[in-house]
């Protein structure tokens, strides 16, 4: 039995160099490139499994680079569930430049899934869903994926009794109108889905109060990035600090937070210590080069380091 199933409908093989200097019209010349099985629930899938949860990954895949991140996945150590798709996977490529400590990503937008590679993904899913304790969708959806997929996602979990952890943006996002146990999004995903700035940090309790209420989340974490997380459920509004750290790559520590907060559910704690380890587990991401997960002693040491939230008052508009 895994304690997690995770889903991928967009994944990458995720490609990062490091070159001096990003200037337009010159060659640039780059380090030899590493290689990453990435998308949102792979990355969740990799960091969950060197947390010591067991987890497996389901995900559509084609072309050579499909190939690729199905066989870096594996060996990552995670079971997968591979769907065949005929469109080749998409690659995302960042720059890692060291005059400057500066990153550029370059991120494509995937294969056109059908109709009946869409319905094996959520075939697969489901079955895997029928043993495990959370399911996490992460990451965008690709061509020809309707908006209401992650909602009909929630309606499995619901049905399968399968605790559903949802992080996704855009259209995605906005389709979702119930279902969602734990949803984690940043400040832009929130503006984006509500239509609002939400500039300061009682618009953005309120926002994430607003999807509480309104059914379509029992808890919404808000990621902030260096300015630490906000956890809001029905009866609370917590803001957490962020763990300072020197950042070597900013790539996928949103989805070691997703991570580290799903796995710290498994182990029996309180949404507020989960959300605290997945902090932990995104601040030990900043460290890695790349996609590379993050290693279980750093999580384990900054989650030590790390301070107890502070709850905060919530002033509607």
């Known amino acids: 039995m895994d304690s997690i199933v995770t889903l991928t409908m967009n994944p990458a093989l995720d490609i990062t160099v490091a070159a001096e200097a990003v200037r337009p019209t010159e060659k640039i010349r780059c380090s030899r490139a590493r290689y990453d099985a990435g998308g949102g629930g792979i990355n969740v899938a990799k960091i969950a499994h060197v947390l010591g949860a067991p987890v497996s990954a389901v995900f559509p895949a084609g072309g050579a680079s499909g190939d690729l991140v199905a066989r ?6 995670v079971p997968c569930r591979r769907i065949d798709i005929a469109e080749p996977t998409r690659e ?7 005059d400057t400590g500066l990153q550029y990503r370059f991120v494509l937008p995937g294969p056109r899934l059908t109709a009946s590679e869409q319905a094996e993904c959520m075939d697969q899913l489901r079955a895997e869903a029928v043993s495990a304790q959370f399911v996490v969708a992460s990451g965008s959806l690709p061509p020809g994926v309707p908006a209401d997929f992650y909602q009909r996602i ?15 943006s855009g259209a995605g996002l906005q389709h979702v109108h119930c279902g969602v146990s734990v949803l984690k999004a940043s400040v832009r995903e929130l503006r984006e889905c509500l239509g609002r700035e939400l500039t300061t940090e009682p618009e953005q309790l309120d926002a994430a109060h607003e ?12 990621s902030l990035g260096a300015q630490g997380a906000l956890l809001v459920t029905p009866t609370e509004s917590r803001r957490f600090d962020a763990i300072p750290m020197r950042a070597v790559s900013g790539v996928g520590a949103g ?34 080069p790349g996609t590379a997960p993050c290693t279980r002693a750093d999580t384990e040491r900054l989650f030590e380091i790390a301070e107890e939230p502070v709850e905060v008052a919530v002033v509607s508009a």
């Open 72 to 77: 870096l996945v594996a060996e990552a150590g």
């Open 92 to 98: 995302s490529f960042t720059i890692d430049e060291t």
């Open 154 to 168: 929630a309606e499995v979990c619901v049905e399968t009794g399968v605790r559903f952890v949802l992080d996704t």
């Open 211 to 222: 999807l509480v209420d309104s059914g379509r989340a029992e808890a919404v974490v808000v």
């Open 255 to 288: 989805d070691a937070m997703v991570a580290g907060i799903t796995v710290g559910l498994t182990r029996g704690w309180s949404l507020s210590t989960a959300v605290r380890f997945g902090m932990a587990a995104g601040a030990a991401m900043l460290m890695t």
